[in-house]
């Protein structure tokens, strides 16, 4: 049913609905762990399985254990750091605004990425996935907006940070991809579990030491809490595999747009868990943002 030039596609979805989940349990940790806390818990209790996904691979594959090259260090950094601090923000926005609003927010990650790729990695996209791009793009802003709210700060302080966010997501993503495509010699899947876990364990390092350095009392909550920790750091880590492997065989641009369903997953866990419905106007850009996905997959 996939070939190997479209696996990207399965690859996407199941790493989309594994991040819905793990942004769920995250932000309900947000609160006892705080937000540098709910964090670290993704890249802590996620680096142990993204080795245990790696060696599976090694001995499924039999390829050797790859070590990168430098060119593989700088690409590896920007996507690890990236993605903490955007993690850092969607979590900050989420306090302030609906589970499902500020996932749309961050899915304007999906033009940003097409931007930084074509500017970063020299991708190509053909006319007909930017217009896919751009039609998702819509309707997560169509999504989002809040018609007739007040223009305050405090309004517009949760727009910001979810854009900000999607931009640091946006630039993990170029990273990532970045890094994967330098390693060479092996399949796809062990670079991609490999890049995995050089990034996890990074992000494990600096998000550690500076909680240690500055909020000792949020790794000790951690580890009291570790059953639900335990449980988002692995959903993180095997969502973070599946994007990975889509990074491997195409596009980032093309993985984030593709993401965008991640906003309908988002849906049915507001109203399931948070008892947040949709209005009219979310449904219409909803619409949308599957029109635009439909046209990218399709093309």
């Known amino acids: 049913m996939f070939s190997t030039v479209t696996l ?24 006892p762990l705080g937000t540098w806390g709910a964090t670290n818990i993704r890249f802590l209790f996620g680096f142990p399985f993204s080795l245990i996904f790696f060696g599976v691979v090694i001995v499924a594959t039999g390829d050797a254990i790859p070590w990168p090259t430098a060119a593989f260090w700088p690409w590896l950094m920007l996507g690890a750091l990236s993605q903490i601090a955007g ?73 910001i940070i979810g854009l900000v966010a999607a931009a640091a997501f946006a630039l993990s993503a170029i990273g990532f991809r970045g890094a994967i495509i330098t390693i060479h010699d092996v399949s796809f899947v062990t670079a991609a579990s490999c890049t995995l876990v050089f990034g996890l364990f990074v992000q494990t390092l600096v998000l550690t030491i500076y909680l240690l350095a500055r909020a000792s009392e949020a790794l000790t909550k951690i580890l009291r809490l570790w059953k639900p920790s335990l449980f988002a750091g692995f959903m993180g880590a095997f969502a973070s595999q599946f994007w990975f492997l889509a990074f491997a065989l195409t596009a980032a641009a093309n993985v984030r747009t593709l993401a965008l369903v991640e906003v309908l997953f988002a849906q049915g866990v507001a109203y399931y868990s948070f008892k947040q419905p949709l209005s009219v106007r979310e449904v219409s850009g909803i619409a949308l943002i599957v029109v635009g996905v439909g046209l990218l997959v399709a093309v």
């Open 8 to 31: 990207w596609i399965p690859f996407t979805v199941t790493a989309a609905l594994g991040q819905v989940a793990r942004n769920a349990m995250q932000r309900s940790l947000t609160g």
């Open 87 to 159: 993690t850092a923000l969607m979590l900050l926005a989420m306090n302030d605004r609906s589970f499902v609003v500020t996932t749309a927010y961050l899915k304007t990650e999906a033009i940003q990425t097409a931007i930084f790729g074509f500017v970063f990695l020299g991708d190509h996209l053909t006319w007909l996935k930017v217009v896919a791009i751009m039609i998702a793009t819509v309707g997560v802003i169509i999504t989002a907006l809040r018609p007739n709210s007040e223009r305050s700060f405090a309004e517009l302080k949760p727009t």
